[in-house]
């Protein structure tokens, strides 16, 4: 029987690899595993400097040029200076700003009421986790058109609600609408709060998912000194809760900021940024310069002047990374200690500084909303802080079954509104789908079709060509998806263990085009594939999609690969295995459940994609399902019937993979989207 060998592990606690005492003048300039890496990094290297660097490059010269005709004139910085008196532009910025503040803080709100709420129940965490993670999982353009159904000023059943529950005419009267029956999406002063509205509805659950992951890392015993000390409810949040999800919380606010910032998809198939241009972002207002007036460099021009703002959050996005990698400080010089000395109280201040301004500047930009948003948000944390004191009191008075029957009331009233208010679209969805035609237009049966009919869905395949769509949809997210596991697999390992001069810079370089918004990008691209008449094809769209799929898949599995016992792969090189051996057969079987959340992940990507699917196709043989469901709307004529078959069709197969994975997508937020 064979005996294991003891081997000595150095001081540096890493095992040397075959071959590793002797190194070249190359392998100790470049790094002892660089020729690896350079084949490993090829593909990744290829695609990103192709499908992003390059276009950002040109993005920047396109800018300079104006088209006169068929010519196209060098023109220098005039792009930039028409962009001070454009007021399209200003208030696509203002729209920008306001519509990710707002939407930021109630996520941050809401999303850690539920994560709170979620943490502390003991039954059916799971279970409710889930159902709260819909929202997040189900596609945009299922999004969209849930909502628009609902706000619908005629059939929508939020003005009938709230007109039977008489909050509508409550509302009415304390001056919140201006009218009653509202249109929501419709009335200019009430556009925007809705469009914030749906985007928090899909939001919160990201949140929940990340705070959670959060809350589970507070070492307990915190709890229980504070407890010991006498600290009541809000002050253990305060003083406990809140410092030990500071990290969290930034990470997630930031990345959520970029994306929010940067959205097209949502905005426009709830509004297409009207009434006039109240909701109208300033991707909507390049896009509407680029694609439609075809002024490609007045479009290049809006989305590279927003790069500055997109730069400063990629840049605290980094730093916070990297401080989570616990990356080894610099030694501190005497002016390094000096600097360090009233560097604490600022970072302590920080917080709050960013919390005046925002609020100065939302009150400057959109006063309606503020007053709005203010007395939604002062309801939720008046409601909350009056459930913490009524329990604290009853604890302090030694009634504990008395205050965790409130407690278990309270929690559970706030978990039945946050599932009402999470669930309920989804389930207007679901049941509008199998009504008949005469039911929807007559507004019979809203809540329960009386009979249930596949109508819908025979008019759906046989007016539309639903199956051609779906079939695309389904060719570009498999070779996307494919694509992105071949390259992050390399890369991803190259980056986690092998030593090559560069690979902070290439992390960094994957971190930036990962969060690099496509408003950046589809001008460029959009200019190559027609040079290489490319449009209107599938090749255009598994082309490009690489560009957001493939820097995540690569920046999640470097945290994965990471987490791997470095001593496991180190035996197997002992044992004579080559380093592309161990990396088959050691750290791919290993790392499957990573392979698995980035497979979910970026097929749902590819599956839920719209901007580079709306501007790269217009011919309905190769439209994708988002991109075919917002072309049946005719001008006025929304086919909700119909519309809401898709809606059902769409998500099915993706909530189906969540239910599945959604211990891999829970390990994935926590393992790679948060702790970098």
């Known amino acids: 029987m064979r005996t294991a060998r003891p081997v000595r592990v150095p001081a540096s606690g890493k095992l040397p690899t075959p071959g590793s005492g002797s190194l070249t003048a190359t392998q100790r300039r470049l790094g002892r595993d660089w020729r690896l890496a350079t084949l490993f990094l090829a593909p990744m290297a290829v695609l990103v400097g192709g499908l992003v660097l390059v276009p950002i490059a040109r993005s920047v010269v396109t800018s300079t040029t104006e088209r006169h005709g068929q010519d196209t004139v060098f023109v220098g910085l005039d792009n930039y200076l028409s962009l001070i008196g454009d007021d399209q532009f200003h208030t696509g910025v203002v729209n920008s700003f306001v519509f990710t503040a707002y939407a930021e803080i109630f996520k941050v709100v809401l999303g850690l009421a539920a994560a709170l709420l979620l943490h502390h129940r003991r039954r059916g965490r799971a279970v409710l986790a889930g159902l709260l993670l819909l929202p997040w999982v189900v596609p945009t353009v299922v999004t969209a058109f849930s909502w628009r159904a609902l706000f619908d000023p005629i059939f929508g059943s939020v003005n009938t609600l709230l007109t039977a529950s008489g909050i509508g005419p409550l509302l009415a009267s304390a001056?919140?609408?201006?009218?009653?029956?509202?249109?929501?999406?419709?009335?200019?002063?009430?556009?925007?709060?809705?469009?914030?509205?749906?985007?928090?509805?899909?939001?919160?659950?990201?949140?929940?998912?990340?705070?959670?992951?959060?809350?589970?890392?507070?070492?307990?015993?915190?709890?229980?000194a504070a407890t010991i000390d006498g600290a009541s409810s809000w002050q253990r949040f305060t003083h406990v809760t809140l410092p030990g999800l500071r990290h969290v919380i930034t990470v997630t606010v930031t990345l959520s900021s970029i994306w929010t910032f940067n959205n097209f998809d949502l905005v426009w198939l709830l509004t297409q940024g009207g009434p006039g241009d109240v909701t109208a972002p300033y991707v909507l207002v390049a896009y509407s310069k680029a694609i439609l007036q075809l002024q490609y460099g007045a479009g290049a021009a809006v989305t590279l002047v927003m790069l500055p703002i997109i730069g400063g959050l990629v840049f605290v996005l980094v730093r916070l990374l990297r401080q989570d990698a616990g990356s080894p400080l610099p030694r501190r010089n005497r002016v390094a200690r000096r600097v360090g000395q009233w560097a604490g109280p600022v970072r302590r201040a920080l917080p709050w500084v960013v919390a005046a301004v925002v609020t100065i500047l939302l009150f400057w930009a959109s006063p309606q909303i503020f007053w709005k948003a203010a007395v939604v948000l002062g309801v939720i944390l008046l409601i909350a802080a009056a459930v913490g004191q009524v329990v604290s009191l009853l604890k302090s008075r030694g009634g504990r079954r008395s205050s965790s029957v409130v407690s278990g009331l309270g929690s559970g009233v706030a978990l039945a509104g946050l599932l009402l208010f999470v669930l309920g679209p989804l389930y207007w969805i679901a049941v509008t789908a199998f009504k008949s035609e005469g039911q929807v237009v007559m507004r019979e049966h809203d809540l329960w079709p009386t009979p249930w009919t596949l109508e819908q869905f025979t008019a759906l395949f046989s007016n539309q060509p639903f199956g051609r769509w779906y079939l695309n949809t389904l060719l570009v997210s498999a070779a996307s998806t494919a694509v992105a596991l071949v390259c992050a697999a390399l890369a991803g390992y190259a980056l986690a263990r092998l030593r090559f001069r560069g690979a902070q810079g290439f992390t960094v370089t994957v971190l930036l085009t990962y969060v690099m918004p496509g408003a950046l990008l589809f001008i460029p691209l959009y200019q190559m594939l027609i040079g290489a008449r490319l449009t209107d094809s599938l090749w255009s769209l598994v082309l490009t999609y690489p560009t957001f799929t493939l820097?995540?898949?690569?920046?999640?599995?470097?945290?994965?690969?990471?987490?791997?016992?470095?001593?496991?792969?180190?035996?197997?090189?002992?044992?004579?295995?080559?380093?592309?051996?161990?990396?088959?057969?050691?750290?791919?079987?290993?790392?499957?459940p990573g392979l698995l959340a980035v497979a979910l992940f970026t097929l749902t990507n590819a599956w839920n994609e719209f901007l580079f699917a709306f501007v790269f196709i217009t011919k309905d043989e190769y439209k994708t399902l988002p991109v075919g469901m917002q072309s049946m709307i005719a001008g006025d004529v929304v086919p909700q019937g119909q519309l809401a078959a898709a809606s059902l069709l769409v998500s099915i197969p993706v909530v189906i993979m969540y239910a599945f994975g959604q211990r891999f997508l829970t390990e994935g937020l926590t393992a790679g989207a948060v702790k970098g």
């Open 175 to 224: 001056h919140l609408v201006d009218s009653w029956p509202a249109g929501w999406l419709s009335d200019p002063s009430l556009a925007m709060p809705s469009v914030i509205l749906v985007n928090v509805w899909k939001g919160v659950p990201f949140f929940t998912v990340c705070f959670l992951a959060g809350l589970k890392a507070i070492p307990a015993d915190l709890y229980e």
């Open 551 to 592: 820097p995540f898949a690569t920046w999640l599995l470097v945290g994965y690969f990471s987490s791997i016992p470095i001593e496991l792969e180190e035996a197997a090189l002992v044992d004579g295995c080559s380093r592309i051996q161990a990396f088959g057969r050691v750290v791919l079987p290993l790392a499957k």
